[in-house]
């Protein structure tokens, strides 16, 4: 219904009863219509209201009522309401009871309609009052705000075409397809009215002027939400009801919730006003008599104000999806893509019988050509031809010469080439390729025929014999040779530089095999510039003098990276370096494969000025002729060396050799080794430091160094890490020697063994010697199994102030000699300390403690634990025994059990059993 329609239909029936009134007179005053002016106020909310309670009798203590009333608030909302009351005077108990009937109807701020019905009862007297009402509205909800939501994803993808070659490009088509997807959201926002209840009870209060009237009532409202994650509105409330006079009335009321009101508080006030509804209809004015004739007493109640909540209340639904959405559109577009590959090409190709002019429909037959007349990028590409290539090329600077056989990586995973390589054949001309500063060299397969031509030397550089060199660069640099086989040539790669500039060179996924000369050869010397050497993923295979063979001298700064190559069967060593009198040198080793070469499989020479630094990880040394790996590093500065993943078998001349000299700091770290059925030594380690501390880690990673200040600072048992017994990370078995190690340092020396298996040596499981000219000297050795060997486990101190040395975890067993020999030779104190550990079946004695007289010694075989027999065993050998010790430097031995040695005269043996004794506990650790 509209505002114009319900006014319209509330003003016929008032003039329709004030004619009725005008020719039915009413009875009296008390009959006359009563108007109600209404002003409320709140903290957020202002509202107005006007409304008639219009007799439609005459009765004396029973009366009907129309009730027309119409509302408006700051916020432009408007509600009307018709309502038909009835009440009745029930004069001996002196009460009013009523109902009543409602139809209102409300238009929000967002211009839509909400009507409800209300049902109400009331009772009315001099000192109670109470009422309750019921809301049930309508079942609608309108539509009062919604917005779109647009999210756009583009997704683009590119199918691509093989490459193909086409004018002085390789070139690639594809499709670029562009999907643009669309996703629309509609969110509405809904109102609703709610359904729900108020009532309230109140009494009068007893004041001393009986005209004013004031009234105090209390009750309680709720308002259900219809809507997903709503929130009810309920809640007490209360008002106070002040009657000034008949005509002029004073509201204070108060909410729990501040969602029904906008506020907690509402203050009013309500002017009654005597309506004369047929002066109305006879045109007169109708309040002439507003202020006379009033009735009093509780009849004057019949016409009050109808006590309910004046709004329809609504309920607002927020913004929400609509189920129905999203919708998805997608867009598609397609455009034609091109990539170049690879540009400003000439082609070669040997079997073209036509014209030539380094395109790919007419390309050169001869690569010298092509390269001579490079352009732009200077890019040539070969293709592989029915018979050889018999040139000698020269490569000029940055030319880069790919042949069929390297593949162009285009798009989409798609390549172009990577089939057989083009060969090129120097016919005993000269090299079959020369490289240039910044050339580049890929995928091609050179060979240099001996035709029985005269000898030919490089008249620059004096090399012998290049005119059957496979790849020759003289003074180059910054070039790199990638994906090409050489083969049956007089040598694969002789790389010379001795140009007072920097020298670089990469080397990568070649193999170089059956050459009469070394695989590779690279000769280098500048002082004071720079050299960088790369070969990756390289195989040297049965060359005669050798795999690879590199000599290095004078450079400022020297890097040398060798990851994931071979070298095997050649006549010679299997890689060979040599770098003298360089600065700061960096040598990497990764993944390197030697196996049956008659010389080293990896000898490494270094004398140079500035700090070392070698890392290898992953070497193999199998079956060469002589040392497996040899390293021989000396510098003038300080010196690291990391070795892990080191497996030498088979070598006759040793498994692991290396030996290191620094000036300064010199560190050697062997995390992870094996060494087995080697000649000589399975591994010898020589760690020598002139002027500062020597380092040497054996069975441990980098990562301990973080911990050791802590484990130097302290006593023997604080070297201790507490391992207990787990897989060996170094294994040395059935060597000659399993394992020889020697330590200097001018100050401090550290030894630690960890880890580390040695088992089956035919002449000594370890050899251990450790000196200091003016320090300290720590060495540890823990979860060391040394078992079955010819001899076991001799370690030997030299300290120049102190030595600490632990055992814990370890066993000694099976020898056939002295289990562990521990020895000291000078300096002032020496701290012998043993945990957990185990001597036994030795055909000797297990543990034989000795020296010279000078230092002071604390030995302690108990481990700490006096208390525990057995925590140290010495059973089924003579026991342990004290040699070469005087009563004045032997200052106590604390050991749990005696064993049956014979003691030394006026030694304090804290804590062992009867000398006399033969207490043999059992083994620990069996």
């Not at 809301?135 to 647009?150: G, T």
């Not at 999210?151 to 562009?178: D, F, K, L, N």
């Not at 095997?568 to 993944?591: H, I, V």
Request: a negative charge; charged letters at 20%.
């Amino acid at each position: 219904m509209s505002r114009s329609a319900a006014a319209a239909l509330i003003y016929a029936c008032c003039v329709g009863i004030a004619r009725g009134s005008e020719s039915s007179p009413a009875d009296g005053p008390g009959h006359t219509a009563s108007a109600w002016l209404q002003l409320q106020a709140g903290e957020t909310e202002q509202r107005g209201m006007v409304e008639l309670l219009v007799p439609l009798n005459t009765g004396t203590n029973r009366i009907w009522l129309i009730n027309p009333r119409y509302s408006l608030d700051d916020d432009s909302e408007e509600e009307l309401n018709l309502g038909l009351v009835y009440r009745w005077l029930w004069e001996k108990p002196g009460v009013i009871l009523g109902a009543n009937l409602y139809y209102d109807s409300r238009w929000t701020r967002r211009d839509s309609q909400f009507s409800q019905v209300g049902l109400g009862l009331e009772l009315l007297s001099e000192r109670l009052d109470a009422r309750a009402n019921y809301y049930f509205p309508e079942n609608k909800e309108v539509l009062v705000d919604s917005y779109r939501q647009q999210e756009v994803r583009t997704r683009t993808s590119t199918t691509w075409s093989e490459p193909y070659a086409r004018r002085h490009q390789v070139r690639q088509e594809g499709w670029r397809i562009t999907e643009r997807i669309i996703t629309t959201r509609l969110f509405q926002r809904f109102e609703r009215a709610r359904e729900g209840y108020d009532w309230e009870v109140g009494f009068r209060l007893p004041l001393p002027d009986p005209r004013l009237e004031v009234r105090l009532l209390g009750g309680g409202y709720h308002w259900d939400s219809e809507y997903s994650g709503g929130a009810d509105i309920s809640g007490p409330k209360g008002r106070l009801e002040v009657r000034v006079n008949p005509a002029f009335y004073l509201d204070l009321m108060w909410f729990e919730d501040r969602q029904l009101q906008g506020s907690r508080w509402m203050g009013g006030m309500r002017v009654r006003l005597n309506c004369d509804l047929s002066a109305l209809a006879r045109g007169e004015n109708p309040f002439r008599n507003s202020f006379s004739g009033r009735p009093s007493g509780l009849r004057a109640r019949l016409y009050d104000m109808v006590m309910r909540d004046p709004k329809v209340r609504v309920e607002d639904s927020g913004f929400r999806q609509d189920p129905s959405s999203p919708t998805t559109t997608v867009e598609v577009t397609r455009q034609r893509v091109h990539h170049t590959v690879l540009d400003d090409v000439n082609f070669v190709d040997g079997d073209n019988p036509g014209q030539q002019d380094g395109t790919a429909e007419h390309p050169y037959t001869s690569i010298q050509q092509a390269v001579d007349r490079a352009f732009g990028d200077r890019n040539v590409y070969v293709f592989a031809a029915s018979e050889p290539y018999r040139e000698n090329v020269a490569l000029g600077s940055s030319t880069t010469l790919i042949g069929e056989g390297h593949p162009l990586r285009g798009r989409g995973g798609k390549v172009y080439g990577g089939k057989r390589r083009p060969v090129i054949d120097g016919y005993g001309s000269g090299p079959a390729v020369r490289m240039g500063d910044g050339s580049a060299l890929y995928g091609v397969h050179i060979i240099n025929t001996d035709t029985g031509g005269p000898s030919l030397n490089d008249p620059v550089y004096n090399i012998a014999d290049y005119e059957s060199f496979g790849v020759y660069a003289g003074n180059a640099s910054g070039f790199r040779v990638c994906d090409t086989l050489i083969e049956s040539c007089g040598h694969g790669m002789v790389l010379v530089s001795a140009a007072d500039k920097d020298f670089s060179v990469r080397l990568e996924g070649n193999v170089v095999r059956d050459t009469e000369g070394p695989g590779l050869t690279i000769i280098g010397e500048a002082p004071g510039r720079v050299c960088e050497i790369v070969i990756r993923d390289n195989a040297f295979l049965n060359n005669d003098g050798g795999g690879v063979q590199v000599h290095l001298g004078r450079y400022r700064q020297l890097s040398l990276s060798v990851d994931d190559a071979a070298a095997r069967d050649s006549t010679g060593s299997g890689f060979d370096l040599e770098a003298l009198d360089c600065g700061a040198s960096t040598l990497f080793f990764s993944s390197l494969d030697l196996v049956g070469n008659p010389d080293e499989g990896l000898r490494v020479v270094l004398d140079v000025t500035g700090a070392v630094d070698l890392v290898m990880s992953d070497v193999t040394a199998i079956s060469n002729g002589s040392t497996g790996i040899m390293l021989d590093l000396t510098t003038a500065h300080t010196l690291y060396s990391l070795l892990d993943g080191v497996v030498s078998e088979g070598n006759p001349g040793g498994g692991l050799v290396a030996q290191t000299l620094a000036i300064s700091n010199n560190t050697l770290i062997l995390a992870s080794a094996s060494a087995i059925d080697n000649g000589t030594y399975g591994v010898a380690l020589t760690c020598h430091s002139l002027l500062q501390d020597t380092l040497l880690l054996v069975g441990e990673g980098p990562d301990t160094l973080s911990r050791l200040p802590q484990q130097l600072a302290g006593g023997p048992g604080d070297l201790l890490a507490g391992l207990g017994r787990r897989a060996p990370t170094v294994s040395c078995l059935s060597n000659d020697f399993n394992m020889y190690i020697m330590a200097t340092a001018a100050d401090q020396a550290t030894l630690l063994l960890r880890n580390v298996e040695l088992r089956g040596s035919s002449l000594l499981g370890l050899e251990a010697n450790v000196v200091t000219l003016t320090g300290d000297i720590r060495l540890a050795m823990e979860n060391f199994p040394c078992r079955d060997n010819a001899s076991g486990a001799g370690v030997s101190v030299c300290p120049g102030d102190s030595a600490a040395v632990a055992f814990a975890d370890s066993r000694f067993q099976r020898t056939g000699a002295v289990g562990l020999s521990a020895e000291a030779g000078g300096g002032n104190a020496v701290d012998i300390y043993m945990r957990n550990s185990v001597a036994t079946e030795n055909s000797v004695v297990g543990v034989r403690i000795g020296g010279v007289t000078g230092p002071t010694y604390r030995v302690d075989l108990g481990g700490g634990d006096l208390d525990s027999p057995g925590l140290n065993s010495f059973h089924g050998n003579v026991g342990w025994n004290a040699a070469n010790l005087a009563p004045g430097n032997l200052a106590s031995v604390r050991f749990n059990y005696w064993g049956g040695a014979a003691p030394v005269a006026g030694v304090d043996y804290v804590g062992a059993a009867d000398p006399g004794s033969d207490w043999l506990a059992e083994d620990p650790n069996p």
